[in-house]
């Protein structure tokens, strides 16, 4: 009795099955150029950005960089984070005193590329909470043990694990260090330009001028022809018309008073409050933005007439 | 600018958007704003402080200092370790004047980040340079109060620190010189608090103590308040929400805060307390405390709270657990940083802190015995709590 032809089949299948084992094996082994480079495209001389030696302290063997493939091993539970804020790669080393000894660097530094100098920010908003501002690179943040600021697109964190007694220096000579970039952040953007300080940039998660409402707001400060006074801004998450309105209650509970008026064709607030001085509020578009550190109402009004012609151009 | 004048000003820049007037002529007056009842003497120092006290760890605006002055808050309490503290305080003093009205505490160490204070074997220079760093960023020629601060941070050397003769030394020519009036020092445990405390007292060398008290707090401090009563050394109460945990349980009426403050305040040889204040809202809500008398009402409200957290918190000070871990894991330090990062919002502070620890709570997890729970006098769940700490705290390897 000779073999059906469906028998035939099933037969010629499992002849073929080594064969296909075999195709797949020798793909395997095939010299991936995109895999054994690790050279993903721009992270070329991200261990570059670390010199060996900083403010007198050693690098401890050689910096490491991790890409988006493998930030998790840094960062577990945590990497997600930066790779929604754009991560691009983060570069680590471990410092100390020259008589330390090795293996247990007293610092490390984290230097993540963020791609652009609004998801740094986004990082260094995101992670300083609790933390005090301090003037470091183009805004930063100090706390027990640890430094944290931006540089154009550059994420820095500087923790110390020993005494901690050359952080700042260690901060400091990294930040003069890395190099310069594309200097404004968007977030500052909605600002006018003549008279804003370059070191007058600061970001305050809370109690803005001393009221709940106001968090997460960007501040920059002025000088002009001798005075002193600040813009702000900040994208409440309730619609910005309630925040008005529960600011209005707020400034009515401290005491302060408020009016209203248009600036530049859109409604807003000036507030006379016996401590903060003069201020005001608008909104545009989702923004809240504003001003203080006025005596002069009339000078507020004019400043805020630019600030909403800026911000809203 | 005067109240009426900005009206008749900003009426002239108003427009006629139909709303006119929006607040402040009729509210502001009706509620009127609540204000300090009490002042106590503090010690042998001839200063009377306000019972509710300004807190300035996270002070981040010089209006909110003006505000809580016109509420008769007369004592403020810094630190060059507390980011711009100092700094907007020195644009207060700037700014409004008043510097007589208004005393100033800050402490010896170095400015920037938090845990700078100088150590027992620092020269006198070091410490009247730090003097003379404070007086600059808060822009006056003296301080009321310095302190030698977080007395048992460490586990070495706070004797040293104590009463290092450097720091006396350089205390001395700064009153002399009229920088620095009275000399103080804090402690917030979590080492031998008490017994660090109570030296300080019966050393005669310190005109104040700051010790960490709550309702929550092991009984010892208050054997050291009264110590302090007997030598007219004046103290001024800190940490006295009991780490500062979730309030909103129902409290049988009175505030959580308000009874916390009122317990602290009922003994007589506490002058004062501090407590953080970084907005308008906290300032009035802490401020309508002062001189309310410890009721029934204060105790239900604090009863209620310790049967919701008792078992959650470790007493800051405490360090009953500290000789039981056979692997020398300093429990009570590891849960206090848990805190910070759990209550205080100062999850990078915590993290950075721990990860300086040689022994962590990893060890804690194959522990059978858990020997730090049984030596808890508060039946604190510590293996569950360290577990969670070493979770929360660890950087990733």
């Known amino acids: ?313 | 600018m005067k109240r009426r004048e900005f009206i008749k000003t900003a009426a002239v820049a108003a427009t006629a958007s139909g709303l006119g007037l929006a607040s402040g002529e009729d509210s502001a007056s009706a509620s009127g704003p609540s204000s300090i009842q009490s002042y106590r003497p503090l010690g042998k120092t001839g200063l009377k402080i306000s019972d509710i006290s300004f807190g300035g760890g996270k002070l981040s605006s010089s209006s909110l200092v003006a505000r809580a002055m016109d509420m008769g808050i007369n004592y403020i309490d810094t630190a060059p370790d507390y980011g711009r503290s100092e700094n907007v305080l020195g644009e207060h003093i700037k700014k409004n004047g008043r510097r007589d009205k208004l005393i100033v505490a800050t402490k010896f160490c170095d400015y920037g980040f938090y845990g700078q204070h100088l150590a027992g074997d620092q020269p006198e220079s070091k410490y009247i340079q730090m003097v003379e760093g404070s007086l600059e960023r808060l822009n006056t020629d003296y301080i009321d109060v310095v302190f030698v601060h977080a007395m048992g941070e460490g586990s070495h050397g706070q004797e040293e620190r104590l009463l290092s003769e450097n720091m006396l030394g350089a205390f001395a020519k700064l009153k002399k010189a009229g920088k620095a009036r009275f000399l103080a020092v804090s402690s917030h445990g979590p080492n031998r608090m008490e017994e660090l405390l109570m030296k300080a007292v019966k050393s005669g060398h310190f005109d104040i103590i700051q010790p960490a008290h709550n309702f929550m707090q092991f009984p010892k401090v208050p054997d050291v308040i009264a110590e302090a009563g007997k030598h007219g050394v004046g103290v001024i109460a800190m940490k006295t929400l009991a780490g500062a945990k979730e309030t909103k349980i129902p409290t049988g009426g009175e505030p959580f805060e308000h009874a916390a403050f009122s317990w602290v305040l009922k003994n007589p040889n506490v002058a004062g307390l501090i407590v953080t204040i970084a907005n308008v809202r906290t300032l009035k809500y802490y401020v309508e405390a002062s001189g309310k008398p410890f009721t029934e009402r204060s105790q239900t409200s604090l009863d209620r709270y310790m049967l919701a957290h008792s078992a959650e918190y470790c007493r800051t000070g405490c360090g009953e657990c500290l000789d039981a871990c056979p692997e020398g894991v300093n429990v009570a330090s590891i849960l206090r940083h848990q805190m910070y990062f759990a209550d205080y919002g100062q999850e990078k502070r915590a993290m950075a802190a721990y990860a300086g620890m040689e022994k962590k709570a990893d060890a804690c997890a194959d522990c059978d015995g858990a020997p730090c729970q049984e030596a808890c006098p508060y039946g604190v769940h510590v293996k569950r709590r360290m577990n969670m700490a070493h979770k929360d705290l660890s950087f990733p390897a």
């Open chain 1, 1 to 313: 009795m000779s073999p059906s032809l469906g028998t035939l089949a099933r037969v010629a299948l499992l002849l073929l099955l080594p064969l296909v084992a075999a195709a797949v094996y020798m793909d395997g082994q095939r010299y991936d150029p995109a895999v054994l480079r690790f050279d993903p495209s721009g992270v070329a001389g991200a261990s570059a950005l670390l010199a060996n030696q900083v403010a007198g302290l050693a690098m401890e063997g050689s910096a490491r960089v991790y890409t988006s493939d493998n930030l998790f091993e840094y960062v577990n539970g945590h990497a997600e984070f930066f790779l929604s804020l754009g991560f691009k790669c983060l570069t680590v080393a471990g410092y100390s005193s020259p008589d330390t000894a090795p293996g247990k660097p007293e610092y490390t530094v984290d230097v993540y590329d963020m791609a652009a100098p609004q998801n740094a920010f986004g990082a260094l908003a995101q992670e300083s909470a609790g933390m005090n501002p301090m003037n470091i690179g183009a805004i930063g943040y100090s706390s027990s043990r640890s430094v944290t600021f931006i540089k154009d697109k550059l994420y820095v964190k500087v923790d110390s694990f020993g005494t901690g007694d050359r952080l700042m220096e260690l901060a400091g000579a990294l930040a003069a260090a890395l190099p310069d970039g594309e200097e404004s952040l968007p977030q500052f953007a909605i600002f006018p330009v003549l008279g804003a300080l370059k070191s007058g940039r600061f970001y305050k998660r809370e109690d803005y001028m001393g009221l709940e409402l106001f968090r997460e707001v960007f501040e920059q400060e002025y000088e002009r022809e001798g005075l002193r006074f600040y813009a702000f801004a900040f994208t409440p998450q309730a619609p910005p018309e309630d925040l008005m309105r529960q600011a209005m209650e707020a400034i009515s509970d401290m005491g302060g008073q408020a009016v209203d008026v248009e600036f530049g064709g859109i409604r807003g607030i000036l507030v006379h409050d016996e401590y903060e001085g003069e201020w005001a509020l608008t909104t545009i578009k989702s923004k809240i933005v504003g001003a203080r550190g006025f005596s002069d109402p009339a000078q507020l009004k004019t400043f805020m007439e630019e600030l909403v012609g800026k911000a809203g151009g």
